[in-house]
């Protein structure tokens, strides 16, 4: 075999091989940037890992991470700088992040983008796919808020359950009363349009009855990122006023003798909150002879309040009205009265004014009566005169 023949001091390998060099693309690999996820979906406070790679050889100039596309477009990481709660996979060729506690707005669409070094700034030169991450998020603790004052039993009342910072939008809301499922208007979610994270809003109507002291209102929310179903309680009795019925009456009932003691009883009863004051007037007049018994709580949780009054039935006091005024809740009072009556004949101290000796001894005190049998006697006499005088003639 023939000797290579030198070309210019060098063998013809080593200029084959020199050529083969000048000849772009031949003796180096190709340059890559691998971003393979195409979608990735992490819980709120999980860390969200992002991957990037490079192979080949890359022209000199930074890898940066950026979220959205556009001139609107997020920086997330670049080789300088300090990015809250993103860290960096250190490796020559492994540009993969990692985003910790994740929030729900962090999500979007994240890139991986090699620039190439410029004389003034750097030029993108090569961008991945894009990884599109949602992030699930939790519903708030829901919150039930009632009427802003208290309402009677009667029209429906309208009670409120909201939650929020959730994502995705999906959410389902049920009412129920004691255990038992009410109907309700379908939830409203916020905001209407795709967002990172949404609210809700319920309500409901109920129409309160005064057996509702005791009742619970439960606002339960259900949603994908939820092991069980969140739930807020609302005490009916925060809502409620029951107004007292009222009932006066005396002891004794029937009309009294002059100077008797009667007993003017007035019952506030099935009333809701406990808070009240009972007064009595006599004739529009405020009196404090009263004697109040102790508040008591009634089987359905409301509350019955007792007073008595004693007054003496003197000739001042006939036909005199003895009022009961009820203040329940710092709502205007409501009233009850009765009158006190008085017999016609006055009784002797100690005496039954109905009794029948009382009733004849009153008969046989009156003058008129008196005069009446004095003429009878009169008349008797002369009648009797006039026969003797007729019998001797």
Not at 128 to 142: F, L, N
């Amino acid at each position: 075999m023939a000797p290579s023949t030198p070309v210019s001091g060098l063998s013809l390998p080593w200029l084959v091989l020199l050529l083969l060099q000048e000849i772009p693309g031949v003796g180096a690999q190709e340059f890559q940037l691998l971003q393979p996820q195409g979608a990735v979906s992490v819980s709120a406070g999980e860390t969200l890992t992002l991957i990037c790679s490079v192979t080949g050889v890359p022209p000199v100039g930074p890898v940066k991470w950026f979220k959205g596309s556009g001139s609107g477009r997020q920086l997330v990481y670049a080789d300088k700088g300090s990015f809250p709660r993103v860290t960096r996979a250190f490796s020559d060729t492994n540009f993969t992040i990692r985003i910790s506690d994740t929030r729900p707005e962090d999500a979007g669409i994240y890139r991986c983008v090699k620039f190439e070094k410029g004389s003034v700034v750097d030029e993108e030169f090569r961008s991945g796919a894009g990884t599109v991450v949602t992030v699930s998020a939790r519903p708030s603790a829901p919150s039930v808020s009632g009427p802003p004052s208290r309402a009677e039993p009667g029209p429906p009342v309208t009670f409120t359950c909201t939650s929020g910072g959730f994502s995705p939008r999906d959410i389902a809301v049920t009412w129920l009363k004691n255990g038992a499922k009410l109907p309700a208007p379908q939830p409203r979610v916020l905001p209407a349009h795709e967002s990172v994270s949404y609210s809700v809003s319920s309500t409901v109507g109920v129409s309160l009855t005064a057996g509702d002291t005791r009742s619970q209102l439960t606002c339960q929310i259900e949603h994908s990122t939820l092991p069980a179903p969140l739930r807020a309680t609302y005490n009916l009795s925060d809502a409620l006023r029951v107004p007292p019925r009222l009932r006066v009456g005396t002891d004794p009932a029937a009309p009294v003798a002059l100077n008797e003691s009667v007993m003017f009883t007035c019952h506030a009863e099935g009333f809701y909150p406990k808070d009240a004051s009972l007064t009595w007037l006599e004739n529009g007049n405020e009196t404090n002879l009263g004697k109040s018994s102790p508040l008591a709580e009634n089987p359905d949780g409301t509350y019955t309040l007792q007073s008595s009054l004693e007054v003496k039935a003197t000739e001042q006091r006939r036909q005199s009205a003895f009022t009961c005024r009820v203040v329940h809740d710092s709502q205007p009072p409501v009233s009850a009265s009765a009158m006190l009556r008085l017999s016609q004949v006055p009784a002797e101290p100690g005496k039954d004014p109905t009794s029948p000796s009382t009733a004849g001894q009153g008969l046989f005190s009156s003058p008129a009566l008196w005069i009446g049998l004095f003429l009878e006697k009169v008349l008797t006499a002369a009648f009797l005169f006039f026969l003797f005088q007729r019998s001797k003639a």
